[in-house]
Nanobody
């Protein structure tokens, strides 16, 4: 059973930066991909960034050039560096993972989630 724990959320002013971490445990293979998603109140969970087992990355258009996803395979940990934050980046940020080559883009294709970490960006 894969277990995910997010950390690093907080409150920042617009233009600020935060780095989120997602520590995973329970993988049975060395090959895994991880993704970050966010959900604002009253809205559906949306994809933010994915990092595939190949270390290729995929970003939502809204965060391209501002967010960077990475992972440390030895630590089974993913990071989301967020800069130039905007109020519309506010939401609960979740990580998810799969033991496969490429992560699916759609949040609904994931079954294992962390508890989430809140990010609040004020104008």
């Amino acid at each position: 059973q894969v277990h995910l724990v997010e950390s690093g959320g907080g409150s920042v002013q617009a233009g600020g930066s935060l780095t989120l971490s997602c520590a995973a445990s329970g993988f049975t293979r060395n090959r895994f991909c991880m993704g970050w998603f966010r959900q604002a109140p009253g809205k559906e969970r949306e994809t933010v960034a994915l990092i595939h087992s190949t270390d290729e990355t995929t970003y939502a258009d809204s965060v391209k050039g501002r967010f960077t996803i990475s992972k440390d395979n030895a630590k089974y940990t993913s990071y989301l560096q967020m800069s130039s934050l905007k109020p519309e980046d506010t939401g609960m940020y979740f990580c998810a993972s799969q033991e496969r080559l490429y992560c699916p883009f759609v949040a609904g294709d994931y079954y294992t989630w962390g508890q989430g970490t809140q990010v609040t960006v004020s104008s």
